[in-house]
């Protein structure tokens, strides 16, 4: 017979057995400081100062943006209605 057996002691037909390792160190997190408040203020407000528009919107562009987004709100409201009165009923 040409069996091969190991030598090592122990069982391979279960999960493995817990060893006796001391747990993680626990990592309290560092609190912000005032300057970096302070700092991360600083940073989120020239982001918002340089992606403003450059130039001023003309009072005639507003309103047409106006009048696009009425025109969108019935041209929908015209659609879904349009949808109710045709699809039969469950």
Same mark, same amino acid.
């Given at each position: 017979?040409? &069996? +091969?057996?190991? &030598?090592?002691? %122990?069982?391979?037909d279960g999960p493995?057995? /817990? &060893?006796?390792? /001391?747990?993680?160190?626990?990592?309290?997190?560092? $609190?912000?400081? +005032?300057?970096?408040?302070?700092?991360?203020?600083? %940073?989120?407000?020239?982001?918002?100062?340089?992606? $403003?528009?450059? #130039?001023?919107?003309?009072?005639?562009?507003? #309103?047409?943006?106006?009048?696009?987004?009425?025109?969108?709100?019935? $041209?929908? $409201?015209?659609?879904?209605?349009?949808l109710r009165l045709? +699809? /039969?009923?469950?």
């Amino acid at each position: 017979m040409n &069996t +091969v057996l190991t &030598t090592t002691p %122990g069982r391979l037909d279960g999960p493995p057995s /817990p &060893t006796h390792e /001391p747990p993680p160190a626990v990592r309290t997190r560092a $609190r912000l400081r +005032v300057l970096d408040r302070l700092a991360l203020h600083f %940073g989120l407000a020239l982001i918002t100062w340089s992606r $403003r528009s450059r #130039a001023l919107e003309s009072r005639e562009r507003r #309103a047409n943006r106006a009048e696009q987004q009425l025109a969108i709100f019935v $041209r929908e $409201r015209a659609a879904e209605r349009m949808l109710r009165l045709t +699809v /039969p009923p469950r």
